[in-house]
Every structure is written in C-alpha cells, then in structure tokens.
C-alpha cells in the first residue's frame, strides 16, 4: 500500500531484538525492545509490515512524554483522585468554577530538553505551546506564568549559564509580549543542580464562559477535521522522542526544537474564540508534542472514533516534506478544530477574515479505525486506540534511607549582616532584570502583578491578581510553588512544602485556593531511586492536597533531566490558581503606614534542612521543615478571613530566608520600617529569625483593629512589633539584635540591577 | 439623545492592546469597534464614517523591521488621502506605545513643516532592553484635546512597556520647534517631578519626550498605556492609595466629550 517515492514499508516481522533495535535508533523512534516486538506482533496479525508513517505514529504516541507510559500508574494512584468534583473539565488544560459562569483554564508545563538545546528557541515555543493548551479548552489565556531554573556552573560540552539564562529570558520576553499576553508570575532559582539541565516550567491561565468550554474528542461520525494556523514544515521533528531521553553531549539535533511565530498565535488566538464563541466549534485541540499524529488520533480514540486524514491537504511551508514528516512534525501556532459539516464554511471565513491558513483535511468515521492518505495512497491504517495507548509501566524503584544530620551552626556575630547576605543572595533578590522585560500590565486586567508598592521602589509580591472579567469584581489570583532544595534532601517533605508555598501565596493576596496544576521534574525513570523519589514526590502532594481538598487539575511530567553523570532533583512546580471575590480587597505586602501592628501567624522551627540561611553556610542535609495541611488549612482560611473582612494592611508569606528577610520585603515597597521583640519566640536567634517554617505568614494589621483580628486568628498569631520608621530593629527583651534602614536593605535586594 | 460616538481601533497583525483600548472606550461613553485594517484597504469600511481614531500597542507585523515602520507604510499605501482628510477635518486621532510609533512613521506628528514628513524616531531604549515599569509623567495640556480633563503641571502615573521608545528628533530645528510650540505635552519626570535619568525616564527619550500632540492639537501619541488604567484597581501602587477615579479615561473621555460638543 504505500509508495516508494514517499513512503516506504519497514521490515520488522520475524526480526530478533538487536535488529528491531536497530530499526528503532536508525529511524529515531526511541522504541525499546519490547515495544518494538508488541508492533511487529500487531502487524504480524495483520498480515504485513509495517509502513514508516505507522512506525513514526506509534513512536510519537507511544513517547514518555505524550504517553505518561512510566508516572501514568502511579499519577492515577496519588493524583487524579483527589477532590474530583472540584474539577470541571480536563483535557489538554483542567478546569476550575470561579463563579456561576465562568470558569478558570489553567496548566503549567515543562519545556525542560528544548530549553536546554536551544534556549531561545525553546522557552519561545514553551510559552506558544501552553498557550495553545489553554484556548484548546475554548478560553481566552489571560496570563502566562513562567519558573525557571538555571544552573551556576559551566559542564564541559554545554552552553554556559549565562547564555542559557539570556537566551531563555528573551525568548519567553519575545514570545508572551509579542501575542499580548502578560506574563505575570512565576520564578527564577539557581542552583548548581540545575547545570546543565536548565528547567523551564511555563503556565499559562485562561477564563472561559461555562458553556463556551469545549471537549477535545469527537465521538460522532462525518465531523470535519480541520487544521488552522501555522504551515507545517520540517521543524520540531521528533520533539517527543528527543525529551524522552537524557542528554549525551550537548550536541542534541537543533531541528528537534520548533520554530515560533507569535504573529500567527495572536490572530490564530482571535480567530478561534471567535468561531468558538458562535458556537460553530465541536471539539477542539492543540497540535504540540507528536504533531498531527498525536492530535488526529487521540481526539478520535477520546470519542471511540476512526477517521480518514489526506496528508496532501496539509498546508505545507516546505514542498518535498515525505509524508511521515507531515504527519509527525511539531511546528508551531497549529490548532485542530473538529466541525460539523454544515459549519465548515463558516469557520473557514472566520479564518479567512484574520488571514489565518486554514484546510479541511479528513474527518470522523465510525469503526475506530484510522487510514490515512497521501495523494489516494494509502499511508496508514490502525486502530486508534493500538496507535494511542502504550503499555504502562511499574518501574523498579527503590527508596534511598538518608540519615538526618541536624546541625548547630555557630552562633552568629552580626545578625544585621546575615540579613543583608541573604537579601542580596542570588535567590532572593530583585529579578527586575527579567521580569521588567516581561509585559505584565498588556490587556488591562492585571490588578496585582509581580511587583507593588510605591513607585519606583516596589518590592514583591506574593501572588499575582487578575480581574476575571471586565464587568465584575471577581479576580483570578496566581502562583507558583517549589522548592528544589528542599526535595532533594527529602522529597516527600518537599511535595508538601511545595503545596504549602502555593497555598500560602494565594491567601496573601486575600485568594481562596481553587486548584492546583502540577509540572513533576525528574531525572532517568529507569533508575529505581528517581521512580522511588517520584512516588515519594507525589506521596506528598497527595497528603497535603487531598487533605486540603483542592485538586490537581492538570499537569505534566518532565523525565530524563540527566546529562552524563549530574540530574536534577525530583520536584514539582505547582502552578495555583485561586478565587478573589472581590478584587478592591485584595492586599499586598508592602507596609501601608506607620504606628500599625505586625503579628506572625505560626512558629518558627529548628528544621533548617534546605533553608536559605544553611545554604549559606554550606550546611547539607538536616531535617526540612515540615508542612502540616491541617494547620495549613485553619490558619490560611482564618487568615482569608481577616483580609475579606478588611482587617489588615499587607501580608507576606515567610518562605527563602524566614521572618527577617519576610519582613525586610514588607518594607521595600513603602519605606516603612519597623521594631520587633522577638522574645515571645523562644530558641536561639538565628532560628527564630531565619529558619523558614511553613504555613505561615507576617501580617500588619489596620490600626484599632487588632481586638478583631486575634478574635479570628485565635492562637495562631503571635504580636511582635510595630510599623514606623527608616530601619527595622529587632531587639530580644533588653538585648539588641539587628538593625538595618531601609536604605540598606533595598540596595542589597536591588544588587546586581542598575 | 446623546450623540453617539464612533470610535474605530485600528489592527493589523500583531497589533495586541485592542482589547485594553476597546475596553477604554466602552468606560469612556463611546462605541468603540476594533477593525483590522485590511477593512480599510478592502473598503469594506470607511474611515469617515467615524469620528475618533486610535491606534493600540503591540508588535505590528512583528516590530521585525523597525516599531510601526510595516503599518505605516501599509496605510501609506492604501489610505493616506483618508486618513489625511481624517486628520484634516480635526478629528482626534490617538497612538499609544506602537500606535505612537505608526503615527511618527506615519509623520502625523509631530508635523512641525505641516508636510507630514517623518521627523522622528522612537529608537531602542537607552538600556538596550525591554523595559516594563510604572512611570510619572508631567502634564503640559497646549491645545492638546486629549488632555482637556487635566491641569497644566499635573503629574500622573501611567504603565509603560516596550523596547523601542526612545524619542529621537530628526535634528535640532524639529526639537527647537517641538519645544517652541510645545508639541511635547507628557514629559517623564521622577516622583518628586522633577526631570530625571533613568529609570525616571525609561527609555533614554531626548528632552523626556513621552508624548507628543501635533499643532493642531488633535493627534497625540504616547509611549504610556493610558488605555490599560480604566479602572483605578490596576495602578502598581492602588493598594496604598485610594483615589476616587480612573486616570487612563480622562484621555478618552476628553475626545468623546470633543466631538459631541464640536461635532
């Protein structure tokens, strides 16, 4: 059946395992063994070989990363139960109610191997990528959230840190200001375990009216495949293969990362609300990893559909590109719109109206079975759900027993000059030179962003707050969650730190939280310790969040983050979304006024595991503070509480560096210092004032309100100070512990930014 | 019956702050539409049928060639006449950020040889970067009908986000004349208001030039985003100030308010 010219036939029947593995590596499936003898077993049933259009299906189909073939069973276990009926809808993004109509789309994403080959590139498309995922669910992206994670040290046969870190930055900077969407939230962390295995996290957050959202499968036949947007070319061929493996050299085939054009993304955006909104759409997808193949035949096997595809009907930026390469190829700003008969003209106008390439090129058959075409050749022909679904994997794993060393650092001589280190630590200070680069005020709707306070002196902020809609008071607020450091001494603990941090920030902006999408970073899977440190890993985001009932939405897991003998550590980046009634309430952290009280809600801990102050102090190991979602639970929503009810000026979460540094950023933003007495605290100084507990928060509440606050807050807050003047003084009873004027402190955090 | 006023938002590929504008106008007592301009070349809409122009922000065919130069040249080409006769009949006419770029290309302003020869350039930021930050701006209204709802001398505060802002003169008799006449109606200006560096002033501008009105004082371009404050809630600082309205409108509220009193 197929065409020499264009097509060939693969001879796999009766062939032994290292000739199937040659076969495997000479067309780059990335196919062990064992799947390679499960598709000679499939066709030897069907009586004949194999053509090279059906090899490359099922290798892009069957890839770690399109098929979760190594986390499925474990996802499935730990994840996907948890508070079930919060969840609206998932697909290619899930789905949270914000109100009686709207909904919240959001989804965060690794773009880790392109990124790594090709920063530019690579983080570009990354921002493309999540954003198509979002309108996939027919909602309009209102904002795109970016965590990255860059290395400090240069490997031989790799770019340097720099060049990665510049090439990055710019390409999320061109891409998200390009197509008008404000990037808002996210992070940046360096570390050495980050070289050379750059990450590169991106979400993106999308509002959709409830009944404009859309499925992704067509479960009728004679439905109108349509594909929109970008031509297809040679670029981003075979993407999903090359992330599912670790990294030899450095030298990594460049045109496996996809080229991004903005330009087209921005109408293409348009154009699809549009034909979505007037109701002409049935399903909707997105063509990312796998390409058409991976699109075409997963919408089908969602609804149990077959379906005949004319790959010559493709609109094409290269002539000559064989037919294989059409159907697997990742080029970017490509979406699939399945429609009735009777709709696709007027569809194919919209299109035409935003200058959009737009082809019908098959449809919907019932049967189950998939065939498709290349001039009246037949090229392909199976049944969806074989080409779909691999086998699953229940890796070895095995759990590494790590004894605890607590230590007992020596006792500081200058706290003020600890305090100063810390905030001008590469992690903790201002990241205004990339973050300024991002648009993040485009669209109008942003009412927190990434940075508040007085002009020209803004300090952080915890959580970014967006109007959901441009007639209501309702606002989405969003964050993001992780600590590396912290689950790589201990990745259970770290799964529900990281719950905690996002948590944590959404109430400090006055959000309840909705939900949570989680991008799952590892190394090699085939290792047992990292599939043990994965279980671990999503061990502990399912304590923390099914006992906080918020669910994982949607997600993704990003395996092989391994060069030669260095990998990541196995963490997760939680993307969170959450809900704020009323967005004229919504508070930041920056200080208001002076003669106002401060109060910590929660204690501070003699867990310093993984703490910015250890770190340091070059302290590894140690015990990482523990996160109880309990607490977690009657402090956070009695915290909420307070701030609906109006009662405090600014709060801020304690996280990298504890209360000093926490309280140092309350001041950058107004110039208002503050006096502590610490002494209600207990332990030694740089414990109380340093180690970073979870579930809790520094809190300056409006003055004459503090009777009504404890009310609330119950036991769980603790007075320590006072608002007022040019410095932050922390005194100990009688003793003196540190000073520091605000003057100092914000030209430590602004180090390295002019 | 209040006379309704049409406003039309001009797009093209990459243009991305209609949405913004079109929300502005909608708070501003007018009927904004957003129409891509091939609508215009195409003749499928006619630009007299409206009575405000506005020009959004974003990256108009890229910004791959110069900021604005590909859309300029594009309405060059197919409606100059209209849009001159738009201009000439006294009709506000408003660019912010890429549409301030178009409207240079364009040689709408600052027109100081009234021959709408391109006398200007918003070149790459001083910094060499993206910049994204809130800026104070120092209100010096002219004949300015845009700026009919401010004082002399006011400050205000306005987000500004882009690359290429920097005002540059074509030579020193356009920017002696800009000066003479007052042309440059928003300076930046630092907090305290006075006339500042960097970051003050973001973007390197010559003399803080943030925004410019012709002579006539009907079309005004700016590097600020007055089209993104519609409501007072999306201000950097609104959490520690709590004011009574929402500054980007008096821009638009102003050109409404001209065209149903003159109109």
Redesign the interface.
């Known amino acids: 059946m197929a065409d020499k010219d264009h097509s060939v036939v693969v001879e796999i029947s009766g062939k032994g395992p290292e000739e199937l593995l040659r076969i495997s590596r000479e067309m780059q499936l990335g196919l062990s063994v064992e799947e390679m003898r499960r598709a000679a077993s499939f066709f030897e049933m069907e009586h004949r070989d194999p053509t090279d259009v059906e090899m490359q299906a099922i290798a892009q189909a069957w890839s770690e990363h399109c098929s979760y073939k190594s986390s499925k069973l474990h996802l499935k276990k730990y994840i996907f139960g948890i508070a079930r009926s919060k969840a609206l809808a998932e697909g290619d993004a899930g789905l949270v109610s914000l109100d009686d109509d709207l909904a919240v789309a959001f989804k965060i994403e690794s773009h880790n191997h392109p990124s790594a080959i090709e920063p530019y590139g690579g983080a570009a498309t990354g921002v493309g990528g999540i954003l198509r995922d979002i309108l996939s669910m027919g909602a309009q992206p209102v904002a795109v959230t970016d965590s990255l994670y860059f290395g400090t040290k240069k490997i031989k046969g790799f770019p340097s840190p720099k060049f990665i870190e510049n090439g990055v930055i710019s390409g999320i900077?061109d891409y998200g200001?390009?197509?008008?969407i404000p990037t808002v939230s996210g992070g940046i962390c360096y570390s050495e375990f980050f070289s050379p295995n750059v990450l590169v996290n991106v979400g993106c957050v999308g509002i959709v009216k409830k009944n404009e959202i859309r499925s992704s499968a067509v479960s009728e036949p004679g439905i109108k495949l349509i594909i929109a947007g970008g031509k297809t070319g040679r670029d981003g061929i075979h993407g999903v293969n090359m992330a599912s493996a670790v990294m030899e050299s450095g030298n990594e085939n460049i045109t496996t990362v996809q080229l991004g054009?903005?330009?087209?993304k921005?109408?293409l955006i348009h154009a699809v609300l549009e034909a979505n909104r007037k109701g002409l759409v049935y399903a909707l997808k997105d063509l990312g990893g796998g390409g058409l193949s991976s699109v075409v035949g997963e919408m089908l096997n969602a609804g149990g559909m077959g379906g005949k595809v004319y790959l010559d009907r493709v609109p094409l930026k290269e002539v000559n590109m064989l037919p294989w390469e059409i159907w697997v190829s990742e080029s970017q700003e490509r979406m699939l719109l399945a429609v009735r008969n009777s709709e696709v003209n007027k569809v194919l106008e919209i299109m035409e109206?935003?200058?959009i390439p737009a082809a019908v090129i098959g449809e919907s058959e019932p049967g189950g079975r998939l065939r498709i075409y290349f001039g009246n050749r037949k090229v392909l022909d199976l049944p969806t759900e074989f080409m779909t679904t691999p086998e699953l994997y229940d890796r070895r794993s095995s759990i590494k027993e790590k004894k605890v060393v607590q230590w007992l650092p020596k006792y500081p001589a200058d706290f003020g000059k600890v305090l100063l280190s810390l905030l001008s630590d590469p992690n903790v200070r201002t990241k205004e030179f990339a973050?300024?680069?991002?648009?993040?005020?485009?669209?109008?709707?942003?009412?927190?962003?990434p940075?508040?306070?007085?002009?020209?002196r803004?300090g952080p902020t915890d959580s970014s707050v967006l109007?959901a809609d441009?007639d209501k008071e309702v606002g989405v607020a969003i964050t993001s969650g992780s600590n590396p450091f912290y689950s790589a001494i201990d990745p259970y603990l770290g799964g529900r730190a990281a719950v905690d941090e996002t948590v944590r920030n959404l109430i400090s902006v006055g959000a309840e939280p909705l939900g949570f999408s989680d991008c799952l970073n590892a190394g090699n899977p085939e290792k047992p310790e990292i599939m043990g440190e994965f279980i671990e890993m999503l061990r502990g985001l399912h304590d923390s969040a099914s006992i906080l009932d918020i669910p994982f939405v949607s997600g993704n897991v990003s395996f092989y983050n391994e060069a030669g003998k260095r990998r990541i550590p196995t963490f997760p980046t939680i993307l969170g979304v959450g809900r704020v009634k009323d967005?004229?309430n919504?508070?930041?952290p920056?200080f208001?006024e002076p003669g106002s009280s401060i109060y910590l809600i929660g204690v501070p801990t003699t867990d310093l595991g993984g703490s910015l102050y250890f770190r340091r102090l070059k302290l590894p190991g140690g015990r990482i503070p523990y996160s109880d979602p309990r607490i977690l639970k009657r402090r956070g929503w009695n915290l909420l509480k307070s701030i609906d009810s109006g009662l405090v000026n600014s709060v801020h979460d304690i996280s990298d560096g504890g209360i000093a540094v926490a309280l140092s950023e309350m001041t950058l933003?107004?110039n208002v210092g503050a006096s502590l007495d610490i002494s209600s605290l207990g332990l030694r100084t740089d414990f109380a004032l340093f180690s970073e507990p979870q579930s809790c928060w520094l809190v300056d509440v409006k003055p004459g309100l503090d009777g009504k606050f404890s009310d609330v807050m119950g036991e769980d807050s603790i007075f320590l100070g006072k608002t007022g003047g040019s410095e932050i003084i922390i005194t100990r009873g009688e003793e003196n512990v540190l000073k520091a004027s605000n003057a100092s402190i914000i030209r430590r955090w602004k180090r390295g930014y002019t | 019956m209040k006379r309704d006023v049409r406003v039309a938002i001009l797009t093209m590929e990459g243009t991305n702050n209609e949405e913004e504008a079109y929300q502005s106008f909608r708070h501003s007592d007018s009927s904004p539409e957003i129409v891509h301009l091939k609508k215009f070349e195409n003749r499928t809409r006619r630009l007299d049928s409206y009575d405000v122009l506005f020009f959004p922000g974003g990256f108009s065919a890229g910004d791959y060639v110069r900021a604005g130069a590909v859309m300029a040249a594009r309405i060059r080409a197919k409606i100059k006449r209209d849009l001159e006769n738009f201009v000439e009949d006294g009709r506000p006419v408003m660019g912010s950020c890429n549409g301030f770029q178009v409207l240079v290309e364009l040689g709408l302003i600052p027109d100081t040889g009234k021959s709408y020869a391109v006398e200007a350039a918003l070149a790459p930021n001083a910094s060499n970067r993206f910049e994204a930050r809130t800026v104070y701006l120092n209100v010096r209204r002219g004949n300015c009908l845009f700026l009919d709802g401010f004082s002399d001398g006011e400050i205000i505060k306005l987000p500004i986000a882009h690359s290429e802002g920097r005002f540059v003169p074509r030579d020193s008799d356009v920017l002696r004349r800009i000066v003479k006449e007052g042309l440059n109606v928003l300076t930046y200006v630092s907090g305290s208001g006075k006339e500042e560096g960097y970051p003050w002033n973001p973007n390197g501008s010559e003399h803080n030039i943030a925004g410019i009105c012709n002579r006539r004082g009907n079309v005004l371009g700016v590097m600020p985003h007055p089209e993104r404050i519609f409501s007072r809630f999306t201000e950097t600082d609104w959490t520690r100030e709590r004011r009574g309205y929402d500054i980007g409108n008096r821009f638009f509220e102003s050109a409404v308010r001209f065209i149903r009193e003159k109109y």
């Open positions: 900077r200001n390009r197509v008008g054009s903005p330009i087209v921005e109408p109206e935003w200058d973050v300024r680069q991002y648009d993040h005020t485009v669209r109008g709707s942003t009412v927190i962003g940075f508040s306070g007085i002009v020209g803004e109007k441009w967005i004229r919504s508070v930041t920056d208001k933003g107004s």
